[in-house]
């Protein structure tokens, strides 16, 4: 037995606004991006495993139009009926976001329904950190913990034979309560060995031409546009971020050839110009990504233009990093710096950005002509008002409007 898989990716945004929209006509604003965890996991199942046919219930691509619905039941259900000629043995969620659970947990008895002897597997930064909740409530037969590809592959062999579920990085309720340890999965090392996204998942158009991203550029030029990750891991410590009990603390690197077949087929196969770096370090090794950024111009993919609205590490740049990246097509830089407190940097969130660096940084950058964008958060816990002023003095002293 080959078994069907069908992936569910899941929006992004509170379900209470999803609710509002019905209430109060509000228009749904998410800034899809391409589901590249789901998108890996199905171009390494298809060179790797046995799988039979692979579908998607796109939700993401869908939310914006989800006025078009009377409530959010008819939405979630129409939504799957236009799958509900495929014959699923297995319904994997990308649950990655904590906001996304609610979501998750109203459309599961719709799904359920409708592939009833399914089994449900649950992967994603927020299923990782939840496991034991969801397995003990009943919320998912499987969990899958860490880098899904190597372990989900897994898995479906062992399920296509029938096999008990023994598997590092999958987990069900009888692990739980067998009290197994419930670490994650193995990931490559090289990253080079995974195949590239499977692109054919999912409805390109719709991702590489969806509104918004024309204006985010700059120029007001519309291209045609795809996220990509050249990296995966972060060796930072910030409180607030959880990307690492899934990816690492160590980054791995694809290697440039790597990368740029990939933007090369990108740009031949979709006509794509304006990549999207969705990395979380992408400058982690400043060495690596001014040698990457040499190969961006070698490839001499018209109209080149490079994004990366993860927002960019302070403590990673000077200015040869930030003048390669503008060499290479970056006219908007977002910069990562979330407090101008010195006390929350170091003692809250310990992310240590260097204040003083910050503005040399936007100094440089505002001499070269370049487009700048901070990123600040108010409100962290045990942050007091006074700190919150500092932020906000600290962001209008570097120019920026509050």
């Avoid at 990655?96 to 449900?120: E, G, M, Q, R, T």
């Avoid at 003990?136 to 190597?150: C, F, I, S, W």
């Avoid at 403590?315 to 010195?342: H, P, R, W, Y």
């Amino acid at each position: 037995m080959h078994p069907n898989i069908l992936f569910i990716n899941l929006p992004s945004i509170p379900y209470v606004s999803i609710i509002e929209s019905f209430n109060n006509n509000n228009e749904i604003m998410q800034d899809s991006v391409l589901p590249l965890g789901i998108l890996y996991c199905s171009s390494y199942l298809k060179k790797y495993g046995r799988p039979g046919k692979i579908g998607l219930i796109d939700y993401s691509r869908h939310i914006a139009n989800v006025g078009n619905f009377r409530d959010f039941n008819e939405f979630v259900v129409k939504i799957a009926e236009n799958h509900k000629g495929f014959d699923a043995d297995i319904i994997a969620f990308s649950l990655i976001y904590s906001i996304s659970h609610l979501f998750y947990l109203k459309c599961l008895d719709v799904i359920k329904s409708f592939w009833p002897d399914a089994a449900i597997v649950v992967g994603g930064t927020h299923a990782h950190n939840c496991a034991k909740h969801l397995l003990e409530r009943k919320e998912a037969d499987y969990v899958v913990k860490g880098e899904g590809e190597l372990s989900f592959c897994e898995f479906v062999e062992k399920f296509s034979r029938s096999e008990e579920i023994n598997v590092k990085g999958v987990y069900s309720l009888k692990d739980i309560q067998s009290g197994s340890h419930l670490g994650p999965g193995d990931y490559l090392m090289d990253l080079d060995e995974y195949p590239y996204p499977d692109w054919s998942l999912v409805d390109m158009d719709f991702y590489i031409n969806k509104r918004g991203h024309e204006r985010s550029i700059g120029d007001g030029i519309k291209r045609r546009h795809a996220e990509i990750l050249t990296t995966r891991g972060c060796y930072f410590r910030c409180t607030f971020c959880s990307s690492h009990t899934v990816h690492g603390r160590k980054v791995r690197y694809r290697s440039n050839e790597n990368v740029i077949a990939e933007m090369k087929e990108l740009y031949e196969t979709y006509g794509i110009t304006y990549f999207v770096v969705e990395d979380d370090l992408f400058t982690a090794n400043r060495v690596r990504v001014i040698s990457l950024l040499k190969a961006f111009k070698k490839a001499a993919i018209p109209g080149f233009k490079l994004g990366c609205p993860n927002g960019l590490s302070i403590n990673t740049l000077n200015e040869e990093v930030c003048g390669e990246l503008i060499d290479a097509g970056m006219n908007i830089f977002q910069l990562a710096v979330e407090s101008g407190s010195k006390h929350v940097q170091k003692n809250i969130i310990k992310k240590n950005v260097n204040l003083q660096k910050v503005g040399d940084i936007v100094k440089y950058l505002k001499k070269r002509n370049i487009t700048v964008r901070c990123y600040f958060i108010l409100g962290f816990p045990g942050e007091t008002k006074d700190m919150m002023l500092e932020t906000i003095n600290f962001a209008k002293n570097l120019g920026f409007d509050w």
